[in-house]
């Protein structure tokens, strides 16, 4: 995370307002995500995230065809394999990843662009440089 006040902020306000909507209603009426922070180098890769970020999302898809297919042969030598005393990991499912196209990278440039007062050099940089302008990784906030 950057540190800047208003990343740290939103985060910690919408996760307590879910806390405060469970809290008093026993329910969840929405599902808050945020952004996964990644390292640095991966941060300023550009257009190389995109093929990264498909490169997980399409194996993350054959792996759980081949979890699948093993389970289900597996599970006729050992029937109660999938019951409740074999949980799955929690994290074993994918995360939520958004791979822009070209067309919505040029869309979120113009979208950077249209604040000209925020547009200083290292922000060109970033429009530039930045993978988040390509890849978006999201972990759901369980309240």
């Given at each position: 995370?950057?540190?800047?006040?208003?990343?740290?902020?939103?985060?910690?306000?919408?996760?307590a307002?879910?806390?405060?909507?469970a809290?008093?209603?026993?329910?969840?009426?929405?599902?808050?995500?945020?952004?996964?922070?990644?390292a640095?180098?991966?941060?300023?890769?550009?257009?190389?995230?995109?093929?990264?970020?498909?490169?997980?999302?399409?194996?993350?898809?054959?792996?759980?065809?081949f979890?699948?297919?093993?389970?289900?042969?597996?599970?006729?030598?050992?029937?109660?394999?999938?019951?409740?005393?074999?949980?799955?990991?929690?994290?074993?499912?994918?995360?939520?990843?958004?791979?822009?196209?070209?067309?919505?990278?040029?869309?979120a440039k113009?979208?950077?662009?249209?604040?000209?007062?925020?547009?200083?050099?290292?922000?060109?940089?970033?429009?530039?440089?930045?993978?988040?302008?390509?890849?978006?990784?999201?972990?759901?906030?369980?309240?």
């Amino acid at each position: 995370m950057s540190g800047h006040p208003n990343h740290v902020s939103v985060p910690a306000g919408a996760s307590a307002l879910i806390e405060n909507l469970a809290q008093f209603s026993g329910n969840i009426p929405v599902r808050l995500f945020v952004l996964d922070t990644v390292a640095i180098f991966y941060k300023y890769s550009s257009i190389l995230g995109t093929a990264w970020g498909k490169v997980k999302v399409y194996g993350y898809m054959l792996l759980s065809g081949f979890e699948i297919l093993i389970l289900d042969v597996a599970s006729k030598f050992i029937p109660d394999l999938l019951e409740t005393k074999y949980p799955r990991h929690i994290h074993a499912g994918g995360k939520t990843t958004f791979v822009s196209s070209y067309r919505q990278y040029l869309a979120a440039k113009c979208a950077m662009n249209a604040h000209k007062s925020q547009m200083v050099w290292f922000r060109q940089l970033y429009v530039l440089f930045s993978q988040y302008m390509w890849v978006n990784t999201w972990t759901e906030v369980v309240a």
